[in-house]
């Protein structure tokens, strides 16, 4: 039995969520929820039916007004979804809610982008070397240059990117072990977000 005079908020459950331990990402991840929520943030989590859920995703798509109506990628909005639905079952195991809505996003709003809208070869090579040049107001960034030819070269993340040390850079054998990543500030190496994580990829010799 559920009390049906509980009358605690969406927002309140994903603030307190936010405040608990965890890695930085996460708790990243659970303040952007929380700061996400729109007018479901003032609903009591018990009265919310899936139709609550799909205008919020609507709004998330097509602008949100607590941020200038600027709206969020759908791979933004799914992690969105994701967190907000385990904060639901959370809820539900708390004995607060007595089961959780549907969560229905399976049909896109947006067209996928296809082969034809990829980067070419081309487009590749001019951006290195834009990045490497001074421009008025805008400085020659050697440093961007390198990110970018490691990314192209072996497809890591911008943050195991910012997080590679000379250590790890195994240039006899042709690898790159990965084993560390950049907090979302730069300021700190930290650790991977999974061991599944950690990899070595065998890198080409323009990436070296």
């Not at 998330?60 to 904060?87: D, F, H, Q, V």
């Not at 994580?197 to 890198?203: A, G, L, M, Q, V």
Request: charged share 25%.
């Amino acid at each position: 039995w559920i009390d049906p005079a509980n009358k605690v908020t969406v927002g309140y459950l994903a603030r307190k969520w936010a405040e608990q331990p965890g890695r930085d990402s996460t708790i990243h991840n659970r303040k952007f929820l929380a700061s996400n929520l729109g007018t479901l943030g003032d609903m009591p989590i018990g009265t919310v039916v899936s139709s609550d859920i799909t205008a919020w995703r609507d709004t998330l798509l097509y602008g949100r007004p607590w941020k200038n109506n600027k709206p969020l990628s759908e791979t933004s909005i799914a992690n969105l979804a994701s967190a907000l639905s385990t904060l639901f079952k959370r809820a539900m195991e708390d004995n607060i809610i007595p089961r959780v809505p549907k969560f229905d996003f399976s049909k896109s709003t947006k067209v996928k982008p296809t082969r034809a809208d990829l980067i070419t070869d081309a487009e590749l090579k001019a951006l290195i070397k834009h990045a490497g040049k001074d421009y008025p107001r805008s400085p020659a960034r050697p440093w961007l240059v390198t990110m970018i030819i490691v990314a192209i070269g072996t497809g890591m993340r911008v943050s195991e990117i910012c997080g590679l040390q000379v250590d790890n850079i195994d240039r006899l054998n042709g690898k790159i072990h990965v084993l560390e990543q950049s907090d979302r500030n730069g300021d700190k190496l930290v650790p991977l977000k999974s061991d599944s994580s950690k990899r070595e990829i065998p890198t080409p010799d323009f990436v070296f």
